[in-house]
Structures are given as structure tokens and as C-alpha cells.
């Protein structure tokens, strides 16, 4: 008798003309290691190259959390590699943040979407999302910063000074919040998330596809698979993140969320 191959952390599957990507780690938090980056973003490159794909659909297992963010044990065992794989850093974090494509992306908010969760959401075209969900980038609570495009994309997402409150606190805000501000299109009941965004991909699907890829790519700046406006502000995140990831701070800020307690700032 042979044990059972392990259940994929990625998992794919058509509906009609819409991709259904299901980050299917729950006992994790769906959070992001190298294989979770790397379905991602292949699935991506699936429905950037296939023509019967219309529209993705990005959800977690499980009834709890949309994305937890990073793999912090990965990330412990194996460093930046464990989440960021070398041969396919430059689709950023988990495979998404900086990969864009032409086909809509609907983000399918289940659960809690805390700190790489939000950034998944910033980086997909709509959201719908739980009434239970929440959105926020706690990362200062850790000594750091969120550098998956969090920081600059919250700011064109929400108000300025909305936006900014819940970088520099911290603090999360509920989905009904985010809905009333504008960052998700719509708030259902969590057994309702999956069906809702499956029903608006197939309202996407409806468009003649070639205008509807035209479109997004002139919305959203893209430029021959990337997105130019974007890289003034990639660049300031990347040497921002290099200095604060070095920081005194940002060890006491992972051993304090380790060890369950408050961490001890020093500000070097």
C-alpha cells in the first residue's frame, strides 16, 4: 500500500470560460510559500495564453482566511527564497503582485485578507468579498513594511488619508468599510463570496473578449506585460524594504509575533 500523493497547495479549475484559482493551504492560512507563488503564477500565464479564458477568479480554501500572507516557516528555513523563488521573483509576490495580465482578475475575499491577503486583493481588477472579511496591512507590527505593493497601492485604492491610517496604525478595516470607500465591489454573505464572483466573471465573460483585455490593459497602464507607471514606485518600495528588512526592529518585531508578546522598539 503506497501513501497518498500530497493534495496540491494550488489548485485550478475551468468554468466555462473562467479560471477558478483556489489557494488551498487552510490549515496554514493560505499563506504564500514558493509552490503556492509558482501555481499562481503559472495559472496565470494559463489564462494570459489560452483564448477561452476570459476571467480568473482568485479565492482560499476553507471558510476562515483568503490569504495570510507570507509563509513566515518558510521564510525561517529557508529565507526569501521559501516564499520568492529566484527563477520567477520578478511575478512578485505569490506569483501576482507585480504579473500582470490582460484577463480580469476577480479576487474572491472568503476570510480574513490580512497584510498579503490585502495586497492579492490590491493587485486583482474587483473583489467581492465576505461580510466577515477584513482587509489591513499590519506589517509595522512586525518591523516592517508592506512591500508587496501594499503601501502605494492602498493610497489609489482609498482615499488618501483612509489609506494611510491603516498603513501607519495598522489597524484592519472591515469589508462593509472597504465597500463603503470604494475598494470592494461587493459584500455578501460568506457562503455567497465564491458564487458572487463566479456570477461577475461571467458578466465579464459576456464582453467580446479582445475589448475587454484592451480595455483592462489601457486601465490599468499595461504595457507589454508590465505596468510602467508602476516602476517609479516599485523601486522606492524595493530600496525602503532593503533598509528596513535589515533593522534591529524587524527581529524583535517576528520574535514578539512568535513568542505572543509585545515587541520592544528600538527605532535602529
Not at 516557516?73 to 505569490?94: I, M, R, S
Not at 483585455?213 to 517609479?232: C, H, W, Y
Amino acid at each position: 500500500m503506497t501513501d497518498e500523493a500530497p493534495e496540491a497547495v494550488v489548485l485550478t479549475e475551468r468554468r466555462g470560460h473562467t479560471l477558478l484559482i483556489t489557494i488551498n493551504r487552510p490549515k496554514a492560512s493560505n499563506s504564500i510559500n514558493a509552490d503556492v507563488h509558482n501555481g499562481i503564477g503559472e495559472a496565470l500565464e494559463q489564462a494570459e495564453n489560452d483564448p477561452e479564458i476570459r476571467a480568473v477568479v482568485l479565492t482560499g480554501a476553507g471558510d476562515r482566511v483568503f490569504c495570510g500572507g507570507a509563509d513566515l516557516k518558510a521564510l525561517g528555513t529557508k529565507g526569501g527564497d521559501g516564499v520568492l523563488p529566484p527563477e520567477t521573483k520578478h511575478w512578485g509576490f505569490a506569483g501576482m503582485v507585480d504579473h500582470p495580465v490582460s484577463v480580469p482578475v476577480i479576487a474572491a475575499v472568503n476570510g480574513s485578507a490580512m497584510g498579503g491577503g490585502t495586497e492579492l486583493a490590491l493587485a486583482s481588477d474587483l473583489i467581492v468579498a465576505a461580510d466577515n472579511a477584513k482587509f489591513g496591512l499590519p506589517e509595522v507590527h512586525r518591523g516592517l513594511m508592506a512591500a508587496a505593493g501594499g503601501v502605494f497601492r492602498l493610497t489609489q485604492a482609498l482615499p488618501k488619508h483612509v489609506a494611510l491610517e491603516l498603513i501607519l496604525t495598522g489597524e484592519p478595516m472591515p469589508a462593509t468599510d472597504a465597500h463603503r470607500w470604494g475598494f470592494v465591489n461587493r459584500v455578501v454573505p460568506q457562503d455567497q463570496v465564491l458564487d458572487t464572483a463566479l456570477a461577475l466573471a461571467e458578466q465579464v465573460s459576456a464582453g467580446a473578449p479582445l475589448a475587454v483585455q484592451a480595455s483592462k490593459r489601457v486601465a490599468r497602464g499595461i504595457v507589454d506585460g508590465s505596468t510602467p507607471a508602476e516602476r517609479d514606485a516599485w523601486k522606492l518600495n524595493d530600496e525602503e524594504m532593503a533598509k528596513v528588512s535589515t533593522s534591529a526592529d524587524v527581529m524583535e518585531g517576528i520574535g514578539a509575533f512568535m513568542e505572543k508578546r509585545q515587541p520592544s522598539w528600538q527605532g535602529k
